[in-house]
């Protein structure tokens, strides 16, 4: 399969949708001086090719989630794939990353309080064969949340 390669114009269409998910294809066109078909064919590539994914993000302290936590797992390597696959699937996990350094994946966890975050790592977790140790550091505030990853 080719990898599809960005071009200026897709890198700037991005870069708008980055600032507001929701902008209509002709605002886009006309900021960019292009058709609008033109923009409707590039996001339609831009999302196929997993590109580019447009989605609605909450803040988990404005929606009730009000105790959020990074957990690192300390996991047997043979496993860290299942284990991640595991994770993924539960509906308190933000996000997994396999990662280098003291622990072999690291997730986000997003809860009510921290009777479920308790109720999380110690019957959730361990019901995941393969999780060796874990490491937990409670969020108290997001100083900063960027989805804009840039695409220069």
Do not use: C, H
């Not at 200026?8 to 929701?22: A, N, S, V, W, Y």
């Not at 308790?118 to 959730?124: D, E, V």
């Amino acid at each position: 399969m080719a990898k599809y390669v960005l071009d200026d114009t897709d890198r700037e269409i991005i870069e708008l949708l980055q600032q507001d998910g929701r902008m209509p294809f002709l605002t886009i066109a006309n900021q960019l001086g292009l058709a609008e078909g033109t923009v409707r064919r590039r996001v339609a590539r831009l999302l196929d090719e997993g590109i580019l994914r447009i989605v609605g993000i909450t803040d988990p302290f404005r929606i009730g989630l009000y105790t959020v936590a990074i957990v690192g797992l300390k996991v047997e390597r043979g496993r860290i794939d299942p284990i991640a696959n595991a994770l993924a699937e539960l509906p308190e996990v933000r996000s997994v990353a396999l990662s280098t350094g003291n622990f072999d994946l690291v997730i986000q966890v997003a809860v009510k309080n921290n009777d479920e975050l308790l109720t999380f790592l110690i019957k959730k977790l361990s019901e995941i064969p393969g999780i060796l140790n874990t490491g937990t550091s409670l969020v108290l505030k997001v100083a900063k949340e960027d989805f804009g990853w840039g695409v220069n």
